[in-house]
Protein backbone atom coordinates (compact mmCIF):
# COMPACT_ATOMS: atom_id res chain seq x y z
CA UNK A 1 0.00 0.00 0.00
CA UNK A 2 1.57 3.40 -0.77
CA UNK A 3 1.53 5.84 2.02
CA UNK A 4 0.35 9.63 1.23
CA UNK A 5 2.42 11.86 4.07
CA UNK A 6 0.85 15.39 4.26
CA UNK A 7 2.80 18.38 6.25
CA UNK A 8 2.46 19.94 8.42
CA UNK A 9 -1.28 18.64 9.77
CA UNK A 10 -2.35 22.84 10.01
CA UNK A 11 -1.14 26.00 7.87
CA UNK A 12 -2.03 29.45 9.57
CA UNK A 13 -1.86 32.01 6.84
CA UNK A 14 -3.27 35.32 5.76
CA UNK A 15 -5.82 35.90 2.55
CA UNK A 16 -3.47 36.97 0.26
CA UNK A 17 -0.68 34.72 0.77
CA UNK A 18 0.70 32.21 -1.44
CA UNK A 19 0.51 28.68 -0.05
CA UNK A 20 2.40 25.36 -1.29
CA UNK A 21 1.06 21.99 0.02
CA UNK A 22 2.97 19.32 0.34
CA UNK A 23 2.54 15.73 -0.38
CA UNK A 24 5.08 12.93 -0.29
CA UNK A 25 4.46 8.98 -1.16
CA UNK A 26 6.11 6.21 0.54
CA UNK A 27 6.97 5.15 -3.11
CA UNK A 28 6.73 6.49 -6.95
CA UNK A 29 3.41 7.13 -7.91
CA UNK A 30 4.54 7.95 -11.68
CA UNK A 31 3.86 11.82 -12.64
CA UNK A 32 0.19 11.57 -13.22
CA UNK A 33 -1.68 9.47 -10.59
CA UNK A 34 -2.28 12.05 -8.16
CA UNK A 35 -4.99 13.93 -7.06
CA UNK A 36 -5.98 16.43 -4.53
CA UNK A 37 -9.68 17.17 -3.07
CA UNK A 38 -10.63 20.55 -0.84
CA UNK A 39 -13.31 19.76 2.20
CA UNK A 40 -14.91 22.09 3.74
CA UNK A 41 -16.70 21.74 7.18
CA UNK A 42 -19.58 19.26 6.79
CA UNK A 43 -19.48 18.76 2.96
CA UNK A 44 -17.86 16.58 0.79
CA UNK A 45 -14.47 16.21 -0.53
CA UNK A 46 -14.52 18.16 -3.77
CA UNK A 47 -11.90 17.33 -6.88
CA UNK A 48 -10.04 19.93 -7.52
CA UNK A 49 -6.70 18.30 -9.34
CA UNK A 50 -6.36 15.15 -11.27
CA UNK A 51 -3.57 13.91 -13.45
CA UNK A 52 -1.17 15.64 -10.69
CA UNK A 53 -1.76 19.32 -12.79
CA UNK A 54 -4.91 19.03 -14.50
CA UNK A 55 -7.71 21.79 -13.00
CA UNK A 56 -11.20 19.91 -12.75
CA UNK A 57 -14.12 21.88 -14.02
CA UNK A 58 -15.33 24.51 -12.21
CA UNK A 59 -11.73 25.31 -10.33
CA UNK A 60 -10.12 28.99 -10.47
CA UNK A 61 -6.41 28.63 -11.71
CA UNK A 62 -4.83 29.92 -9.01
CA UNK A 63 -4.84 25.97 -8.02
CA UNK A 64 -2.22 24.38 -9.63
CA UNK A 65 -0.43 20.57 -9.81
CA UNK A 66 2.89 19.73 -9.83
CA UNK A 67 5.14 16.96 -8.69
CA UNK A 68 6.64 13.49 -10.09
CA UNK A 69 7.95 10.02 -8.30
CA UNK A 70 7.43 10.62 -4.97
CA UNK A 71 7.05 14.37 -4.44
CA UNK A 72 3.81 16.29 -5.02
CA UNK A 73 2.49 19.67 -4.51
CA UNK A 74 -0.18 21.50 -4.52
CA UNK A 75 -0.36 25.32 -4.68
CA UNK A 76 -2.67 28.40 -3.77
CA UNK A 77 -0.88 31.22 -5.75
CA UNK A 78 -3.24 33.85 -3.92
CA UNK A 79 -5.69 32.89 -0.93
CA UNK A 80 -9.09 33.49 -1.05
CA UNK A 81 -11.30 33.66 2.01
CA UNK A 82 -13.17 30.21 0.72
CA UNK A 83 -9.78 28.47 0.42
CA UNK A 84 -9.44 27.92 3.71
CA UNK A 85 -10.46 24.34 4.36
CA UNK A 86 -8.65 20.91 4.12
CA UNK A 87 -6.91 19.28 1.48
CA UNK A 88 -6.20 16.12 1.07
CA UNK A 89 -4.03 14.47 -1.76
CA UNK A 90 -5.21 10.64 -3.32
CA UNK A 91 -3.34 8.09 -5.42
CA UNK A 92 -4.46 6.00 -8.07
CA UNK A 93 -1.19 4.31 -8.70
CA UNK A 94 -2.30 0.96 -7.17
CA UNK A 95 -4.61 -0.46 -5.67
CA UNK A 96 -5.83 0.13 -2.64
CA UNK A 97 -6.18 3.95 -3.60
CA UNK A 98 -4.98 5.55 -0.98
CA UNK A 99 -5.72 9.08 0.50
CA UNK A 100 -3.04 11.65 2.65
CA UNK A 101 -4.57 12.38 5.93
CA UNK A 102 -4.69 16.02 4.77
CA UNK A 103 -3.68 19.44 5.74
CA UNK A 104 -5.61 22.47 7.38
CA UNK A 105 -5.39 25.77 5.93
CA UNK A 106 -6.84 28.17 8.81
CA UNK A 107 -7.14 32.06 8.65
CA UNK A 108 -4.22 33.74 10.98
CA UNK B 1 -25.55 17.16 -13.28
CA UNK B 2 -25.21 14.45 -11.36
CA UNK B 3 -25.61 13.82 -8.39
CA UNK B 4 -25.34 11.28 -5.90
CA UNK B 5 -26.98 10.38 -2.46
CA UNK B 6 -26.41 7.74 0.33
CA UNK B 7 -29.43 6.51 2.18
CA UNK B 8 -29.05 3.53 5.29
CA UNK B 9 -29.43 3.48 8.87
CA UNK B 10 -27.14 5.79 10.90
CA UNK B 11 -26.80 3.54 14.11
CA UNK B 12 -25.86 -0.38 13.39
CA UNK B 13 -25.00 -2.87 16.59
CA UNK B 14 -21.76 -4.26 16.94
CA UNK B 15 -22.07 -7.82 15.39
CA UNK B 16 -24.45 -6.66 12.92
CA UNK B 17 -24.55 -6.26 9.09
CA UNK B 18 -23.82 -2.44 7.57
CA UNK B 19 -26.34 -1.57 4.53
CA UNK B 20 -26.15 1.51 2.57
CA UNK B 21 -27.31 2.91 -1.06
CA UNK B 22 -26.34 5.14 -3.31
CA UNK B 23 -28.77 6.74 -5.62
CA UNK B 24 -27.24 8.69 -8.81
CA UNK B 25 -29.21 10.80 -10.67
CA UNK B 26 -27.80 12.80 -13.68
CA UNK B 27 -26.11 10.10 -15.17
CA UNK B 28 -26.26 6.05 -15.90
CA UNK B 29 -24.37 3.48 -13.69
CA UNK B 30 -24.30 1.41 -17.12
CA UNK B 31 -22.43 4.13 -19.06
CA UNK B 32 -18.54 3.18 -19.70
CA UNK B 33 -15.64 5.12 -18.74
CA UNK B 34 -16.82 5.74 -14.70
CA UNK B 35 -16.61 3.35 -11.95
CA UNK B 36 -18.74 3.79 -8.58
CA UNK B 37 -16.85 3.63 -5.30
CA UNK B 38 -17.59 3.87 -1.76
CA UNK B 39 -15.46 5.78 0.12
CA UNK B 40 -15.22 6.34 4.28
CA UNK B 41 -14.00 8.46 6.34
CA UNK B 42 -13.12 8.57 10.54
CA UNK B 43 -11.37 10.91 13.27
CA UNK B 44 -9.21 7.96 13.74
CA UNK B 45 -8.37 6.78 9.75
CA UNK B 46 -9.11 9.94 8.00
CA UNK B 47 -10.03 8.75 4.40
CA UNK B 48 -10.29 5.47 3.90
CA UNK B 49 -11.42 3.84 0.17
CA UNK B 50 -13.95 1.20 0.78
CA UNK B 51 -13.47 -0.14 -2.99
CA UNK B 52 -15.04 -0.04 -6.42
CA UNK B 53 -17.75 -1.95 -8.53
CA UNK B 54 -17.05 -1.47 -12.57
CA UNK B 55 -20.06 -0.95 -15.20
CA UNK B 56 -19.28 -4.67 -15.74
CA UNK B 57 -19.95 -5.66 -12.12
CA UNK B 58 -16.47 -6.44 -11.56
CA UNK B 59 -15.23 -5.08 -7.92
CA UNK B 60 -12.30 -4.69 -5.79
CA UNK B 61 -11.65 -3.81 -2.02
CA UNK B 62 -9.84 -2.21 0.38
CA UNK B 63 -7.73 -5.55 2.08
CA UNK B 64 -8.17 -3.82 4.91
CA UNK B 65 -11.84 -5.09 5.19
CA UNK B 66 -10.56 -8.66 5.57
CA UNK B 67 -13.45 -9.81 3.21
CA UNK B 68 -16.14 -7.95 4.90
CA UNK B 69 -17.09 -5.64 2.32
CA UNK B 70 -19.68 -6.34 -0.28
CA UNK B 71 -20.39 -3.67 -3.56
CA UNK B 72 -23.34 -4.67 -5.50
CA UNK B 73 -25.20 -2.50 -8.09
CA UNK B 74 -28.78 -2.28 -9.56
CA UNK B 75 -29.16 -0.76 -13.06
CA UNK B 76 -32.70 -0.70 -13.05
CA UNK B 77 -33.11 1.67 -10.10
CA UNK B 78 -29.48 3.24 -10.93
CA UNK B 79 -28.25 2.45 -7.59
CA UNK B 80 -25.56 0.80 -6.40
CA UNK B 81 -25.01 -0.75 -2.78
CA UNK B 82 -22.54 -1.47 0.08
CA UNK B 83 -22.68 -4.01 2.74
CA UNK B 84 -20.42 -4.87 5.32
CA UNK B 85 -20.28 -7.46 7.74
CA UNK B 86 -19.67 -8.28 11.56
CA UNK B 87 -19.49 -4.32 12.09
CA UNK B 88 -17.13 -3.08 15.11
CA UNK B 89 -16.62 0.53 16.33
CA UNK B 90 -13.94 0.61 14.28
CA UNK B 91 -16.33 1.04 11.37
CA UNK B 92 -18.16 3.82 12.45
CA UNK B 93 -17.32 6.62 10.18
CA UNK B 94 -19.17 8.81 7.65
CA UNK B 95 -19.48 6.77 4.53
CA UNK B 96 -19.70 8.60 0.81
CA UNK B 97 -20.27 7.13 -2.27
CA UNK B 98 -18.45 8.45 -5.47
CA UNK B 99 -18.06 8.18 -8.71
CA UNK B 100 -14.62 7.49 -10.27
CA UNK B 101 -13.16 8.50 -13.70
CA UNK B 102 -10.15 6.50 -14.99
CA UNK B 103 -8.07 7.09 -17.73
CA UNK B 104 -8.43 5.24 -20.80
CA UNK B 105 -6.94 1.69 -20.18
CA UNK B 106 -7.05 1.70 -16.56
CA UNK B 107 -9.57 0.93 -13.32
CA UNK B 108 -8.21 3.63 -10.90
CA UNK B 109 -9.07 7.10 -10.83
CA UNK B 110 -10.19 10.24 -9.38
CA UNK B 111 -13.46 11.07 -7.68
CA UNK B 112 -16.29 13.40 -8.72
CA UNK B 113 -18.88 14.10 -7.60
CA UNK B 114 -19.35 12.41 -4.07
CA UNK B 115 -22.43 12.50 -2.53
CA UNK B 116 -23.15 14.07 0.60
CA UNK B 117 -21.98 11.22 3.12
CA UNK B 118 -23.96 9.57 5.63
CA UNK B 119 -22.99 9.03 9.28
CA UNK B 120 -23.00 5.53 10.37
CA UNK B 121 -22.63 4.70 14.26
CA UNK B 122 -21.73 1.33 15.30
CA UNK B 123 -23.31 1.19 19.15
CA UNK B 124 -25.37 -1.46 20.86
Known sequence: EIVLTQSPDTLSLSPGERVTLPCRASQSVDSDSLAWYQQKPAQAPRLLIYATSTRATGIPDRFSGSGSGTDFTLTISRLEPEDFAV???????????????GTRLEIK | ???????????????????????????????????????????????????????????????????????????????????????????????????????????????????QGTLVTVSS
Request: proline letters at 5%.
Open chain 2, 1 to 115: QVQLLESGPGLVKPSQTLSLTCTVSGDSISRGHYYWTWIRQSAGKGLEWIGRILTDGSTRYNPSLKSRGTISMDTSKNQFSLTLTSVTAADTAIYYCARGVAPVISTRGWYAPWG
Open chain 1, 87 to 101: YYCQQYRSSPITFGQ
